[in-house]
Nanobody, 120 residues
Framework: QVQLVESGGGLAQAGGSLRLSCAASGSIVSIDAMAWYRQAPGRQRELVARATSGGSTDYADSVKGRFTGSRDNAENTVYLQMERLKPEDTAVYYC??????????????WGQGTQVTVSS
């Protein structure tokens, strides 16, 4: 069993920064891929950033150049550094990781979501 715990959300002013963390624990062999999504009120969940184990990361056009995804393999933690925040970044942010467990199988897990609110 794998658990994901997100943290780092909160209130920021426009132009400010926040860093989200998503820590995985349990019977983990490796985190193979990670992604961050967000969902604003009344809108569909959208992909913010997606990285593969090969090291490349794709970003939504709306956050490109402002958000950076990263990972700490030793800590089984993925991060989303958000810079120059805008009010339209306000949403609940979710991490999604693909984890290989001790059985050798790979599963997709979701974090519980963390609220990010950006004031103008």
């Amino acid at each position: 069993q794998v658990q994901l715990v997100e943290s780092g959300g909160g209130l920021a002013q426009a132009g400010g920064s926040l860093r989200l963390s998503c820590a995985a624990s349990g019977s983990i062999v490796s985190i193979d891929a990670m992604a961050w999504y967000r969902q604003a009120p009344g809108r569909q969940r959208e992909l913010v950033a997606r990285a593969t184990s090969g090291g490349s990361t794709d970003y939504a056009d709306s956050v490109k150049g402002r958000f950076t995804g990263s990972r700490d393999n030793a800590e089984n933690t993925v991060y989303l550094q958000m810079e120059r925040l805008k009010p339209e970044d306000t949403a609940v942010y979710y991490c999604n990781v693909f984890v290989t467990v001790v059985s050798g199988l790979t599963y997709s897990y979701w974090g519980q979501g963390t609220q990010v609110t950006v004031s103008s």
